[in-house]
Structure formats: C-alpha cells, structure tokens
C-alpha cells in the first residue's frame, strides 16, 4: 500500500494511509537519549495491533541489537534484537559475504569487536596483516590506532578503508554531542590519501538493503522515519522510498527549508503519532 502524501507540508500533515512496512531511526525518533518522545509507544503498539512490520536502525554501533531491544523495552516498547539494524550488524554482514577471509583492524568499541568474533572474522592490529581498516565510532581513539591504520594503509599499500557509519558526531542530551565515526574517518583519510570505501551505516545502501530483507517488502512500499537529513531522509530519497521527518530530534524548520532535493521528506511532523492517518485509529 502507499501512501497519499504529495511532498513535504506543514508539520503534523502525515501519509493519507497506512503502509506495509515501517523502519524507524531511533535517537531523536522514537526516544532522546533516555526519554520516550511523546507519541511513540503509541504508534508502536498500534502498529503491532494492524499486524504491521516494523524495523529500528540505528547508526550507532556503540551498542549491539539486543541491547537496543532491552533499551526499548524498557521504555515500554515491543521489540526483539531481530527487528534491530545498526552498523554492528550492517558492516558484520557485509565482511561475511564480501571479504570472508580478510583479516580486519577494527577501530571499534566492544559490540563490533564481539560481533565480528562471533562471526569468525580474523582480526589483527599487525599493519602487514591487515586487508581491511574499519574506522567506527571509537571513545578510545588514539594515536597508535592511527598509526596501525597509517602503516596498513599507506606504508604496506595493502589495506582499505572503511566505515561503519559516516556521522561526524553524535547527538547527546541537553543539546551536546560528542565525535563519531566520521572524524575517525577524517583522520585517516588526511594521513594516507585514502578514499573511504564502503559505509555500512545510513544513508548508504547496505543498512537499506539489510531493512528490506528483514521486512521481506520492497523499499515503495514501506516509509522510513528519522529526525536526520543527512542521512535518514537521504537514504530513503536515494532508494526511491517514502520518508517522514519527525522535528523530535536534530532536524530544524530551518535546516528543514534549506534542504537540498536529495534530503527533503514526504511529510513533516511534529511529533511521530501523526505519522498515522486518523482512520488508523480506532474510535
């Protein structure tokens, strides 16, 4: 089923009508850091009474799936690690199948170290070993990491880039935030002449790809919701997918107007529950 939207209005105005499949961002979607926004757990549950399918993608991969899906049901959502998608996931699932014996110098924090263990992926911090340098959001970045990736690099000639999400940095609550991933990749990109390669993380195609497969529906049927241009919305435009902007998170009216066309949303809301047509709910 799709929607009736014909471009983004006024905030609040939603989709006409409902779709098969829904895939949600999280922080600064369906929660800010650790408060439930207003309407979520609402348009959650009635989307599992209409039976349905959601998914939850998130671009941090500071976590792994089963700890958004406690963080979820914590804060009185239904959700299993199987319906969430983050770069843990994405770039685990890509080494898999692109690169199976390549052996990997993650500059990660635990989750993905685990992940990429669990998934018999050989990891080495030997810069004459290393096939492949993945730079993540990495709280404990230092100089030697960077020099392992340098030598791997641009040294031995051997090694290439990667990223599991692309963000420069990483909202927190009270309006801060902290570097992400794409500094990481900044650094290393300034050292080595090197080009990053592949993003496992939104809005590249690999977290999209992943989603449907999970759904089992195709992108035109489905809408995507998030509170980031960049990357959310961007994301679903590339894919050719209906997309809703909820102004709960990092999306402004002002950035909202000055949006270039591969950014811009179907529908605007002001808060995620408009996200349903009124005939969506009962009464």
């Known amino acids: 089923m799709t929607a009736d939207g014909d471009g983004a209005g006024a905030a609040g105005a939603g989709p006409g009508s409902l779709f098969a499949g829904y895939v949600f961002d999280l922080d600064g979607t369906i929660y800010l850091g650790d408060e439930l926004l207003p309407g979520a757990a609402r348009v959650l549950a009635r989307l599992r009474e209409l039976g349905r399918r959601v998914v939850f993608v998130s671009n941090n991969p500071t976590r792994d799936p089963e700890m958004y899906a406690a963080k979820l049901r914590a804060l009185g959502i239904e959700a299993s690690a199987a319906e969430v998608l983050n770069p843990v996931v994405t770039m685990t699932r890509w080494l898999r199948r692109e690169h199976p014996g390549a052996t990997v110098f993650p500059i990660a924090e635990e989750p993905l170290w685990r992940a990429l263990a669990e998934a018999g ?5 030997r810069a004459e070993e290393i096939d492949l340098v993945v730079a993540s959001y990495d709280r404990g970045f230092d100089y030697r990491k960077l020099q392992t990736a340098f030598d791997a690099i641009w040294f031995h000639r051997r090694a290439r880039l990667v990223t599991t999400n692309p963000d420069r940095w990483c909202p927190l609550p009270g309006g801060r935030g902290e570097p992400d991933a794409g500094v990481i990749v900044a650094a290393i990109e300034a050292c080595t002449g ?3 390669e592949v993003n496992a993380g939104k809005p590249g195609p690999l977290m999209l790809e992943a989603a449907m497969e999970l759904l089992g529906l195709e992108a035109g049927g489905c809408v995507l919701v998030g509170d980031r ?6 994301m679903a435009v590339a894919a050719g997918m209906p997309s809703a902007v909820v102004l709960t998170g990092d999306t402004t009216p002002e950035l909202l107007a000055a949006a270039p066309p591969g950014q811009r949303p179907d529908w605007v809301l002001d808060r995620i529950d408009r996200l349903l047509p009124p005939s969506a709910w009962p009464g």
């Open 229 to 234: 241009l960049a990357t959310d919305i961007a």
């Open 121 to 125: 992926i050989r990891t080495s911090d």
């Open 194 to 196: 090197a080009t990053c």
